[in-house]
């Protein structure tokens, strides 16, 4: 993975695959310039083996091939940038994925772009799941939620045109201001 908005959408897309209805994506920098970033689901979960083997590069539940390297290379990344990585999960409950990077670290992954990353999530996946982006700083906090759209346009869905172009300056103007600016 090149930056962060390749592994957002890489750990989304697994929450998706999970049967997750709720998937919450929030993104915290504090004063020392330390960017959490989690995802939370309440999709199927894992069982305590699989949690045990899931960083590993060879275990997957792909069909296709027989490595998966995206939770892997998450854990690399954030190591590798003086950061942490954590992850829990439990069958039927849901998963929680937590990485931090130390954004003055030489080796931290660029960002990318999160605020489009974040907005593809919805466009591709109009009906279900449901989303919410967080962003916080010193600074300020933002919110994005897909319940209080959904609830607000009675019906209508989140790819119609104009509703997916309010909903990309929607995530910019929200989020964008707060994961742009590093300290």
Partial sequence: MRDLSMHVLDIVQNSIKAGAKLI??????NA???LTFTVKDDGCGMS???????TD???????????GLGIPMLKQSAEAAGGAFSLESEVGKGTVISASFDLRNI????MGELCDSLFTLVLLNPDTPEFVFTAQSPEAEAKFDTRIVRQTLGGISL???????????????ELKPILEVLP
């Fill in 48 to 54: 305590p083996e699989f949690l045990a083997r899931v």
């Fill in 57 to 67: 590069p060879f275990t997957t539940t792909r069909t296709t091939r027989r490595v």
């Fill in 24 to 29: 919450v994506v929030s993104f915290v920098r």
């Fill in 32 to 34: 020392e310039g330390i």
């Fill in 159 to 173: 790819n119609e045109p104009d509703v997916s172009a309010w909903i990309k300056e929607s995530i910019n103007e």
């Fill in 107 to 110: 080796d931290c992954i660029p």
